[in-house]
């Protein structure tokens, strides 16, 4: 008895060779077995139509499905979000479009795992914990199969991921008032980047940075000390008192000091610049 003439799998139906043979062979065989069955029973041609709209109806909705197990997908997935409300809990029975459920004892649940540009990986999960886990990988620890990570956790709790705004920068850096590109009451604190350097002395330039809390307002000191040009027997200082106000950071007072093998100088001199400038919120 002929097989049933039904179109079979292809490539381009997006499964992989072994499994279109597969899958090819298996219709095949139940349509001969049901094709077998309605001439045992004598049944006429139109029974043996609707058996092929049958079969045929399977192939389009194989299609239409991924596999279980293997396979890649080539589109993206899509899935309409219902319009009855929020539903933060139960994964399973609300609107997620992935749902990992937990396994027993000490597990890693990896929800989404990520190739990078250089061959490392992230992955975004939980183990053992009530917070979010994001595990990045070197290429190295993954070529060598080790499992070693770098690791940032999402604490569980009400609130919102610190993302800094930059108001200033400035490379070179200034002694004099600068302005900022929004004002200071927008944010909750305040990052200074500053440095201090005296040409008169001959001292090397001296990096600090200083945080304010709830800046606008506030009179707040920006000051660094380190060795000044006698190496380890001279001693320099700066100190700079700015008040911020709104969109202005402005200089109120300085100084200047240095202590080394031939003496002390102390003097009004304005040798503290701000670099740049970041609020967070």
Not at 50 to 72: E, K, Y
Not at 180 to 207: C, D, H, M, P, V
């Amino acid at each position: 008895m002929a097989d049933l003439p039904i179109a079979e799998f292809n490539v381009s139906d997006g499964f992989t060779p072994q499994q279109i043979n597969k899958l090819n062979s298996n219709f095949r065989s139940i349509s001969n077995k049901i094709l077998e069955a309605i001439s045992m029973t004598g049944e006429a041609s139109n029974k043996a139509n609707n058996t092929l709209n049958i079969i045929s109806n399977a192939f389009d909705i194989m299609n239409g499905f991924l596999p279980l197990a293997g396979g890649n997908i080539t589109g993206p997935i899509n899935r309409n979000v219902g319009s009855s409300g929020i539903t933060y809990i139960d994964g399973n029975k609300g609107n997620a479009a992935l749902y990992l459920k937990k396994g027993t004892g000490d597990v890693w649940y990896p929800a989404v795992t990520l190739d990078t540009t250089s061959g490392g990986s992230w992955a975004i999960g939980n183990y053992n914990t009530e917070d979010l886990v994001f595990s990045w990988a070197s290429k190295a620890n993954r070529d060598s199969n080790t499992n070693s990570t770098n690791v940032v956790c999402l604490p569980n709790r009400a609130g919102i991921i610190p993302v800094p705004t930059a108001l200033y920068g400035n490379n070179s850096g200034s002694n004099a008032t600068i302005t900022l590109s929004e004002t200071a009451a927008n944010f909750n604190y305040l990052r200074i980047f500053f440095y201090g350097k005296s040409t008169a002395s001959g001292s090397a330039t001296k990096y600090e940075c200083v945080e304010v809390y709830a800046p606008n307002g506030k009179i707040v000191q920006l000051s660094c000390t380190g060795q000044g040009k006698s190496g380890d027997t001279g001693v320099i200082f700066f100190s700079k008192m700015v008040t911020i106000s709104a969109k202005s950071v402005s200089s109120t007072s300085y100084c200047s000091a240095s202590i080394d093998t031939g003496g002390s100088t102390c003097a009004k001199n304005n040798e503290i610049y701000i670099i740049r400038v970041e609020g967070w919120k």
